[in-house]
C-alpha cells in the first residue's frame, strides 16, 4: 500500500541555519497530491503547504518543497531556521479521486537553538 | 468560521470506564476524520466518515472502540471499558469532498487520561 517516510525523527539545528527535513513517498498511483503539516507544542496539526505539480517549488511562511515524482521526495526546506520553527513536522500523501484520507508520514521533531 | 469543535478537552476516566469524544466539523465539511496521538506512536488514523457513512474504520481497535456520525454537524467516539493505554490525545479533523483531496483542519483535540 501507499507509505510515506521521514528518517529523521528528531532534527537539532542551531538558529540561522538552514533546515531540510526529508519525506520520500511510495504509492501506486500516478497523481499524488503531498502536504507538510506543521505542529507546535499544546496545538493541533495545520497545513504548512501543499503540492501536486511535478517539479514547482511550493513555498509559504518561508518554507518551501518541491515534489520530484522521479524520485518520489518531497523535502521540506528554509533557508534560515528561526526558534519559532521549533515544531512536530508531518509528511503527508493523498491521490486525487481517492477516499480522501492522507498517509502520514512518521513525523520529524524539529528543535531549534539559540 | 469557528473551526473544529471538540469536547471536551480533557477527560480523565477510572480503568473500565466507559469515555465519550465529540466533535463537530466545520460547517460543509462532508469528510471527518478521527485520529490518536501519543508521543510513543505519533499520529495514528482511526476512521473516517464521507457524508455520515463510514468508509474506513482500519485504525480503529476491534474492541471497545466504536464512532458513529448520526448527523453532518457531529461525530462521535466512544470507548468502552477504557485501559490505560488508550490514554492518548484524540484529534478529530474535517475536510472538503469533492474532486480533492483537501486540506484536513484539525480541532483542539481531546485529551483522555486513564487512571
Known amino acids: 500500500g501507499d507509505s510515506v517516510t521521514q528518517t529523521e525523527g528528531l532534527v537539532t539545528l542551531t538558529e540561522g541555519l538552514p533546515v531540510m527535513l526529508n519525506c520520500t513517498y511510495q504509492?501506486?498511483?500516478?497523481?499524488?497530491?503531498l502536504f507538510w503539516y506543521v505542529q507546535h507544542l499544546n496545538e493541533s496539526p495545520r497545513l504548512l503547504l501543499k503540492?501536486?505539480?511535478d517539479n514547482k517549488r511550493t513555498e509559504h511562511q518561508g518554507f518551501h518543497a518541491t515534489l520530484h515524482k522521479s524520485s518520489s521526495s518531497f523535502h521540506l526546506q528554509k533557508s534560515s531556521a528561526q526558534l519559532s520553527d521549533s515544531a512536530l513536522y508531518y509528511c503527508?500523501?493523498?491521490?486525487?479521486?481517492?477516499?480522501?484520507?492522507?498517509?502520514w508520514g512518521s513525523g520529524t521533531k524539529l528543535i531549534i537553538k539559540p | 468560521n469557528a473551526g473544529v469543535i471538540q469536547t471536551p478537552r480533557h477527560k480523565v476516566t477510572g480503568k473500565g470506564q466507559e469515555a465519550t469524544l465529540w466533535c463537530e466539523p466545520i460547517?460543509?465539511?462532508?469528510?471527518v476524520f478521527w485520529y490518536r496521538q501519543t508521543i510513543v506512536q505519533g499520529l495514528e488514523f482511526l476512521t473516517y466518515?464521507?457524508?455520515?457513512?463510514?468508509?474506513?474504520d482500519s485504525g480503529m481497535p476491534k474492541e471497545r472502540f466504536s464512532a458513529q456520525m448520526p448527523n453532518q454537524s457531529h461525530s462521535t467516539l466512544k470507548i468502552q471499558s477504557t485501559q490505560p493505554q488508550d490514554s492518548a490525545v484524540y484529534l478529530c479533523?474535517?475536510?472538503?469532498?469533492?474532486?480533492?483531496?483537501?486540506?484536513?483542519?484539525f480541532g483542539p483535540g481531546t485529551r483522555l487520561t486513564v487512571l
Open positions: 479533523a474535517s475536510s472538503l469532498a469533492g474532486l480533492g483531496p483537501y486540506e484536513q483542519y
Open positions: 503540492s501536486f505539480t
Open positions: 466518515f464521507r457524508n455520515q457513512a463510514p468508509i474506513d
Open positions: 503527508a500523501l493523498s491521490e486525487t479521486g481517492s477516499n480522501y484520507q492522507l498517509i
Open positions: 460547517s460543509g465539511h462532508s469528510a
Open positions: 504509492t501506486i498511483y500516478s497523481n499524488p497530491f
